[in-house]
Nanobody, 118 residues
């Protein structure tokens, strides 16, 4: 059974940092590209970042470039998202997702809430 379990969310002040983690199980983690997506209150899903199976390629949505860093540890089956210089508009539930094609995902985690507020 595929499982993706996010953690690391919380309340942070504007300008602060958080590191999200996603623990994967039930599939061969290092065979797959992985992504982070988010959903802000009252809005649709928004793609955040993607990392290739071997970390050789990373991609970011424009508003996250320079602030967020995606990484992975294939030995530990963990996906990470380091978020710096957080803004109120980054408030959302963040999900890790297993990629089956560009923009297509077959499994998601339960999400972790990130709230950026003073």
């Amino acid at each position: 059974e595929v499982q993706l379990v996010e953690s690391g969310g919380g309340l942070v002040q504007p300008g602060g940092s958080l590191r999200l983690s996603c623990a994967a199980s039930g599939f061969t983690f290092d065979d797959y590209t992985m992504s982070w997506v988010r959903q802000a209150p009252g809005k649709g899903l928004e793609w955040v970042s993607t990392i290739s199976w071997n970390s050789g390629r990373t991609y970011y949505a424009e508003s996250m470039k320079g602030r967020f860093t995606i990484s992975r540890d294939n030995a530990k089956k963990l996906l990470y998202l380091q978020m710096n210089s957080l803004r109120s508009e980054d408030t959302a539930v963040y999900y890790c997702a297993k990629v089956i094609d560009t923009g297509l995902y077959d499994y998601w985690g339960q999400g972790t809430q990130v709230t950026v507020s003073s």
